[in-house]
């Protein structure tokens, strides 16, 4: 399993993310950033691709 942490403070909702990662990241209907805090290691790259594309360094993979 990975383990991912998103910084609510510095998140501001872009959404670069969610289309980086769909299954794990998405925007509710008051377009808050909500996520899933535990995937499958297969996710990986999915996972990579959000924390490179978000533009406010927010989200973290924590081992
Ligand atoms: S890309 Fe970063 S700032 Fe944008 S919604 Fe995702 S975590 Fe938040």
Redesign the pocket.
């Known amino acids: 399993m990975i383990k991912i942490q ?3 403070d ?9 289309f ?1 990662a769909p299954k794990i ?1 998405h ?1 509710n209907d008051d377009d808050k ?1 909500e ?1 899933l805090a535990e995937v499958d290691d297969d996710e990986r790259g999915n996972v990579e691709a ?1 924390v490179d ?7 973290r993979i924590v081992e």
């Open positions: 998103v910084d609510m510095t998140c501001q909702h872009y959404g670069q993310c969610v980086e990241f925007l950033l996520y959000a594309v978000c533009p406010m360094q927010a989200i």
